[in-house]
């Protein structure tokens, strides 16, 4: 069982920059599998980025890649996508999910996650 709750979300212009955090709890959270993803208005929701447990291993879209970077500190309990170089584009909502890892590292799709949480938006102006 996790609960996630995001939070730091708002309002940049292009090619500013946002941390958007996510407070991850429960038992054994840090065993889990964690991700970003996003769902702009009239498009379907889509991963962001990801990270194993024990933050090892991270995969982006490509859309992010190099702009984007998805962190955990389990001391904390908490994840973090940094957000640099921020375009219109990457409006939309942004949820935190977990899912119990797969056996074999893959990048999730929207249904592989079992929690997700509310949700904060992400404003880029151009």
């Known amino acids: 069982q996790v609960q996630l709750v995001e939070s730091g979300g708002g309002s940049a212009q292009a090619g500013g920059s946002l941390r958007i955090s996510c407070a991850v709890s429960g038992d054994m959270s840090s065993r889990y599998c964690l991700g970003w993803l996003r769902q702009a208005p009239g498009l379907q929701r889509e991963g962001v980025a990801a990270?194993?447990?024990?933050?090892?291993?991270?995969d982006y879209a490509d859309s992010v890649k190099g702009r984007f970077t998805i962190s955990r500190d389990d001391a904390k309990k908490t994840m973090y996508l940094q957000m640099n170089s921020l375009e219109p584009e990457d409006t939309a909502m942004y949820y935190c999910a977990a899912e119990r890892c797969p056996g074999s590292w893959y990048f999730p799709s929207p249904g592989a996650y079992t929690y997700w949480g509310q949700g904060t938006q992400v404003t880029v102006s151009s």
């Open positions: 990270i194993s447990a024990g933050g090892g291993r991270t």
